[in-house]
């Protein structure tokens, strides 16, 4: 048996800066190829253990950012089919995905690639792909794939038990056996800030649910949070169950489907849907002496944010409280003359310098330059656990009380790892200040409580409060936007649900 490897991951925030695929990491180029992959290596793994050729193919992983450039969706979609047909037969296809991507004309960049390879390879030979759990599950997705398997933790900590199990689907897959997906998808989008699956969430305990179905016929379940900001039409909470096929299957996937789905509309207003004001935030830090991890929610680069706003960083300096780190500021202009400068200098800066941008103000400090640093980033722990991270040349500023970390390119602060490459000691902080949003409290847990946890909502680009958010390609009516919808009930809501069926 052989079987192909390919992958298309991007999470397109439409308030974001257009990409292109210049922007993304082709990680088949990279040293030891998709095998050496954090994401690739475990479903690569599982493929060969069962003695299966694997064949690697052009594969992309985009950071969060804005929809990607329609000629190079197309183009790269190309390139892949091409090495596809000069690989000769598979007799599968493997897919390392995401679920939120977006084109700059609106296309569903995720179905678009799949549905291209279904195309290339034919109706029989089985197409399993692994999605994020902020996925924006679309029917051409479904209807493109055999089986589709989406992370069930947000932190995402599972990506490689999920990446096992699709290669355990596809497998089975290739010995015969045939399964069916249904999906169900509710006119409900939910704030990336109330998507947690821990088990005192809303989200969490819908999970809980759902996996308790998980014996024979069904072989898969996936609850997908979907992605706010992506301005998809497909954008929303929706559930998949992937059964073997057969009436047993059909009646068991129908049962998880109205009960999963009964229990996220009955709790629709539990979902957390705002952060705590900047103000508010600045007084707590004023009044209240204990360790803090604040996150600057809305200027997350894992949301597509370019890490640029100095707001939070503006009012930090200005309340003279002390022993704070924080990190990642990008600005490459400021890391040049810092290294410019030397380690050791005192140096004026100016962030974000003649921006006209008001999410990216201009703010100029006196700093003292305390590290330099470059090279690539490992995490030991969190959701990037043996990623690779590449913020580029880095430093270290200290501005009164403040030091904080700088990179040459944004990069979510998800573990302290992060913070300690650059040369910050997050450990020995009274107060740290991330440019993160959910996947730091993975990292940061043996660090912090939830308790020492406060959201931030300062401006940005991934604003968590959806009343700042206005959809233009969303499908109408839903929630929280269609406010009518809130009176009915899961079953009068049916004429605005969206059900999709694949599989082979």
């Known amino acids: 048996m052989k079987v192909a490897v ?39 793994e599982t493929l060969t253990a069962a003695g299966v050729i694997v064949c690697e193919l052009p594969t992309l992983e985009f950071p969060a950012g804005g929809p990607v450039d329609d000629r190079d969706l197309v183009s790269f979609t190309e390139e892949v089919i091409a090495a596809l047909s000069t690989a000769g037969r598979v007799d599968g296809v493997a897919v390392l995905g995401h679920g939120a991507g977006m084109t700059v004309q609106g296309e569903d960049a995720d179905g678009y690639f799949l549905q291209s390879l279904r195309a290339a390879i034919g109706r029989d030979a089985p197409l399993v792909a692994v999605l994020d759990f902020h996925a924006n599950l679309s029917p051409a ?13 947000n932190p995402h900590v599972d990506i490689e038990e999920r990446c096992r199990e699709a290669g355990s689907l596809l497998l089975a897959a290739l010995g015969g056996e045939s399964f069916t997906m249904y999906s169900h998808s509710l006119p409900l989008v939910v704030s990336q800030i109330g998507q947690r699956t821990d088990s005192d969430q809303p989200m969490g305990h ?17 609850l997908f949070g979907g992605f706010s900001l992506a301005d998809s039409p497909h954008a929303g909470l929706a559930i998949l169950v992937v059964t073997t096929s057969g009436s047993e299957g059909d009646l068991a996937a129908h049962q998880v489907l109205e009960t999963a789905s009964d229990l996220a509309w009955s709790r629709r207003h539990q979902f957390q849907t705002a952060a705590t004001s900047l103000a508010d935030a600045m ?12 996150a600057d929610v809305s200027d997350n680069p894992g949301g597509g944010a370019p890490a640029t706003s100095t707001e939070l960083l503006r009012e930090v300096v200005a309340s003279n409280r002390q022993n704070v780190q924080m990190g990642l500021q ?30 990216a103000q201009p703010l100029t400090l006196r700093a003292r330059v305390l590290t330099l640093s470059s090279g690539v980033c490992v995490p030991s722990l969190g959701v990037y656990r043996g990623a690779s991270l590449f913020p580029g040349r880095s430093c270290v500023l200290r501005v009164g009380g403040v030091d904080v970390g700088v990179s040459s390119r944004a990069v979510q602060v998800a573990d302290p790892d992060l913070l300690r490459h650059v040369g910050l000691r997050p450990e020995m ?32 680009v991934a604003p968590v409060d959806l009343s700042m958010v206005t959809p233009v390609r969303l499908r109408r009516p839903v929630l929280p936007w269609d406010s009518f919808l809130d009176d009915l009930t899961i079953a009068e809501l049916a004429p ?3 059900i999709a ?3 082979s």
């Open 6 to 44: 390919t992958g298309y991951a991007h999470e397109s925030n439409a308030r974001a800066t257009t990409q292109y695929r210049r922007d993304a990491h082709e990680v088949h180029r990279s040293p030891g190829g998709l095998a050496a992959s954090w994401e690739a290596r475990a479903l690569i």
């Open 501 to 503: 069926r694949g599989g």
């Open 429 to 460: 902080a009274e107060v740290v200040i991330v440019k993160s949003r959910g996947h730091f409290r993975a990292g940061f847990a043996e660090l912090f409580d939830d308790e020492q946890i406060v959201e931030v909502s300062a401006p940005g």
């Open 330 to 359: 990008c600005d490459a202009s400021v890391v040049d003359a810092a290294w410019r400068a030397g380690d050791g200098a005192e140096i004026v800066v100016t962030f974000n310098e003649g921006s006209l941008d008001a999410l």
């Open 496 to 498: 605005y649900t969206v």
């Open 141 to 153: 997705m479904v209807e493109a794939a055999t089986a589709l398997v989406g992370y069930r933790t």
């Open 206 to 222: 819908i999970m809980e649910v759902v996996e308790s179905f998980l014996e024979p016929p069904i072989r898969s379940v996936s």
């Open 283 to 294: 007084e707590l830090l004023r009044t209240n002496s204990k360790r803090w991890l604040l």
